[in-house]
């Protein structure tokens, strides 16, 4: 179903993708947006148990797009590493397809918030302060992977 790496000599493990979805702060959110053009955003996540998680405002754009198509596919890059040449970079990339979804369960949504905010903020203290204060007007988003996928591109 999904297609298989052209190069597959630069493709990384399965461990050493979820390790980059664990530890790398953001990635590119690409939905199908309005009028079926492509629509991607940047979003900071959390990848918990296999999935991905972020929050967002109740409305808007992005929150329609889920509504309308629950297929999705996520980008996260690290940083890379300055080659030797001292312009070009070799650095990592996994794609995630999948599905995504909004989380109704009230305990889970401060579940994953804790965990969000943890990743985030510099105190636990002012995780449980923010989830407090904004709970209410949150969405909080799930993306169910089908495929991840990850390369180590050297650019020069």
């Not at 630069?10 to 959110?29: D, F, K, Y």
């Not at 979003?43 to 992005?62: L, P």
């Amino acid at each position: 179903m999904f297609t298989k790496m052209r190069r597959h000599k630069q493709q990384l493990p399965q461990a050493e993708c979820e390790e980059i979805l664990a530890e790398r702060p953001r990635g590119v959110l690409a939905l199908l947006g309005d009028d079926d053009y492509a629509y991607a955003l940047p979003m900071s996540h959390v990848y918990v148990n296999g999935r991905i998680y972020f929050h967002g405002a109740q409305k808007g754009h992005k929150n329609d797009a889920v509504k309308r198509h629950s297929k999705i596919s996520y980008c996260v890059m690290d940083e890379g590493v300055l080659n030797d040449d001292g312009w070009s970079y070799t650095f990592r990339s996994v794609i995630v397809f999948g599905k995504i979804r909004t989380i109704d369960d009230r305990d889970k949504k401060i579940e994953i918030l804790t965990h969000l905010g943890d990743k985030f903020f510099p105190t636990h203290e002012e995780t449980v302060g923010e989830i407090e204060k904004l709970l209410d007007r949150t969405e909080v988003f799930e993306i169910a992977p089908d495929h991840i996928t990850g390369k180590r591109v050297a650019e020069n």
